[in-house]
């Protein structure tokens, strides 16, 4: 190889090279999603961040709700997106900063299919109610309701855990569960032929939406700056694509008010939390 055409791919390998050896800024994000739609879905965001942070960016997640949450808290993120008692729990326990939130609010939907109507939380007796994760707050509402019902979760019926959204309405429509308990959002992860087939029983509560997060250590201007991106990101062509998908709205500045309204689940979910393997 000649000196000249050595240089010219130096020249066009060194740019690489410099962009292997940057440090990789990490997006996590609860597993609300299979891994491949969570890919997909949040990809104008980490395309959005990469361009405006110079550096490379990833979005990871976990398994479940719990070893998500574990992750958060041992640092693997650079940036979380969480639900929002889980991130009120980061937040009391750990010093996580909260930047931004999504909006609307989610919702706790308690359904059945069409083919098999439930009457009444009462016909739940003995049977199965599907969920995507007991440590998502959307459960955590319908079981509180279910209990003021007088039906208690492991004495009166079972709970079946699912990746998704859409496996849980597979399981109902199945007729593996009786029930399962749902969101606005959730929904619109479901296959049109089969989110047609469902039925809401009962609207349980509205809760707080998906909340960002910067680490306990990251510098005040760091998390500033953060704040900034995210809040101007519905405000560019890739995020209004992005929450045309997702179902939101906006992404606002997230207040103190809005972390203490899901102050009443955390005994519930520092509970389900230490029950986790």
Sequence with gaps: MTPRRLFLLCALLLPQLALAAAQVFTIGVLPVHSARIL??????????????????????????????????????FDLTLTASHLARLAQKDAGFQPLAQFTPDHDSLLMYAAERPLRSPKELQGKQLAVIDRLAVTAMAALSYLDEQGLEAD??????????????????????????????????????????????????ADIPAFVFLSRPDAPRAQAEALKTLLLAFPNDLEGIDFLGHTGYASILAVSEAHMRRTDAYLKLTRKTLAARP
């Design 39 to 76: 890919t997909e879905r949040y990809e104008p965001l980490r395309a959005y961040l990469e361009a405006r942070l110079k550096q490379p960016v990833r979005v990871e997640s976990a398994s479940d709700f719990a070893r998500f949450h574990a992750r958060m808290l041992k640092g693997d």
């Design 155 to 204: 004495r009166d019926f079972r709970v079946s855990e699912h990746r998704t959204h859409a496996s849980v309405a597979h399981a109902l429509i199945s007729g593996v569960a009786a029930a399962a308990v749902t969101t606005s959002q959730g929904l619109l992860q479901i296959p049109d032929d089969l989110r047609r087939r469902l039925v809401v029983q009962k609207h349980i």
